[in-house]
């Protein structure tokens, strides 16, 4: 007799990564938030993307609108830049990171008008050397956990992402080009020369914060020599590791021999160096960034 599986083993599983997912982004967009209007926009620093062009827009309406004498609300100019946006990552990234996305750049929108009205455009730290630093650190942590979510903010990291993706290029890299242009708009609205040295000492910061919490390359390729290739193999095989098997012979000796060919996470690199090592300690083990050629992106019809 047939057991019908049952709906509700996987819910709870499900529910639980939805609910993280959405505590996530939450914190992800207030700590973005919160280093815009509480750190970098109260200081004149212009950190690129989206939000950088809306501080320096915000400078330039100021007195402008009656109903907004101070500028341009920060947050309300980039929720209507990240429409544009937020179809540019539906169509390069993927159709299901959408719905995170426009709750992600929501909320961050929602978050910055909601504390700069609060804060009334104070600076947290009145230090611009302090604040770039705080705002960049604070704003590279909200670009991660909403990484960490599979949601994006849109705006820089978007453009970031859709470059970076299937190439051999670093996402912080492609975040800190793109995001001096807008440095050199701000530079042109403030008129001081200060601006592109805070500016760009907080977008460093954040780029090397996204950097070093979500490295580009996840998956490392590993070659291992051993002369009990076959009980490694089984070994790894227990433990759920898939490989190739390679054939290739010594260059002095013309040895033949086998070597085993991985491609795995790198949390997974401790296990499997552990295992190797406890069948054969001599056996050698070479890693190496594993990347992948870009595959065509499917598009929405």
């Given at each position: 007799?047939?057991?019908?599986?049952s709906?509700?083993?996987?819910?709870?599983?499900?529910?639980?990564?939805?609910?993280?997912?959405?505590?996530?982004?939450?914190?992800?967009?207030?700590?973005q938030?919160?280093?815009?209007?509480?750190?970098?926009?109260?200081?004149n620093?212009?950190?690129?993307?989206?939000?950088?062009?809306?501080?320096?827009?915000?400078?330039?309406?100021?007195?402008?609108?009656?109903?907004?004498?101070?500028?341009?609300p920060?947050?309300?100019?980039?929720?209507?830049?990240?429409?544009p946006?937020?179809?540019l990552?539906?169509?390069r990234?993927?159709?299901?990171?959408?719905?995170?996305?426009?709750?992600?750049?929501?909320?961050?929108?929602?978050?910055?008008?909601?504390?700069?009205?609060?804060?009334?455009?104070?600076?947290?730290?009145?230090d611009?050397?302090?604040?770039?630093?705080?705002?960049?650190?604070?704003?590279?942590?909200?670009?991660?956990?909403?990484?960490?979510?599979?949601?994006?903010?849109?705006?820089?990291?978007?453009?970031?992402?859709?470059?970076?993706?299937?190439r051999?290029?670093?996402?912080?890299?492609c975040?800190?080009?793109?995001?001096s242009?807008?440095?050199?708009?701000g530079?042109?609205?403030?008129?001081?020369?200060?601006?592109?040295?805070?500016?760009?000492?907080?977008?460093?910061i954040?780029?090397?914060?996204?950097?070093?919490?979500?490295?580009?390359?996840?998956?490392?390729?590993?070659?291992?020599?051993?002369?009990?290739?076959?009980?490694v193999?089984?070994?790894?095989?227990?433990?759920?590791?898939?490989?190739?098997?390679?054939?290739?012979?010594?260059?002095?000796?013309?040895?033949?021999?086998?070597?085993?060919?991985?491609?795995?996470?790198?949390?997974?690199?401790?296990k499997?160096?552990?295992?190797?090592?406890?069948?054969d300690?001599?056996?050698?083990?070479?890693?190496?960034?594993?990347?992948?050629?870009?595959?065509?992106?499917?598009?929405?019809?």
């Amino acid at each position: 007799m047939q057991t019908p599986s049952s709906p509700t083993a996987t819910t709870p599983s499900r529910s639980s990564t939805h609910l993280r997912e959405l505590l996530l982004i939450i914190v992800g967009a207030f700590l973005q938030a919160l280093a815009y209007s509480g750190f970098i926009a109260p200081n004149n620093i212009v950190p690129g993307g989206v939000y950088g062009t809306t501080i320096a827009l915000n400078e330039l309406t100021a007195g402008l609108f009656d109903f907004a004498s101070g500028g341009l609300p920060i947050g309300l100019a980039a929720l209507l830049f990240n429409i544009p946006l937020l179809i540019l990552a539906i169509h390069r990234l993927g159709l299901k990171s959408g719905p995170k996305t426009v709750l992600t750049f929501v909320l961050i929108s929602l978050f910055t008008d909601l504390i700069g009205s609060v804060l009334d455009h104070r600076a947290i730290i009145g230090d611009m050397i302090l604040a770039a630093c705080y705002g960049g650190a604070i704003l590279g942590l909200g670009v991660f956990l909403i990484f960490e979510a599979g949601s994006t903010s849109a705006g820089t990291d978007v453009l970031g992402r859709v470059i970076s993706k299937g190439r051999n290029i670093r996402l912080s890299t492609c975040i800190i080009i793109i995001d001096s242009i807008v440095v050199l708009f701000g530079l042109l609205v403030f008129k001081d020369i200060s601006v592109p040295l805070y500016s760009w000492l907080t977008i460093f910061i954040y780029g090397r914060v996204v950097d070093f919490l979500s490295p580009e390359n996840p998956k490392k390729a590993l070659f291992i020599v051993t002369e009990q290739h076959c009980d490694v193999a089984k070994a790894l095989l227990a433990m759920g590791v898939r490989g190739t098997l390679l054939h290739g012979s010594g260059m002095y000796a013309g040895t033949s021999r086998e070597i085993i060919y991985i491609i795995t996470e790198r949390k997974q690199l401790p296990k499997i160096r552990k295992c190797v090592r406890s069948i054969d300690d001599r056996a050698f083990i070479s890693t190496m960034d594993a990347g992948e050629d870009p595959l065509p992106i499917p598009r929405m019809s």
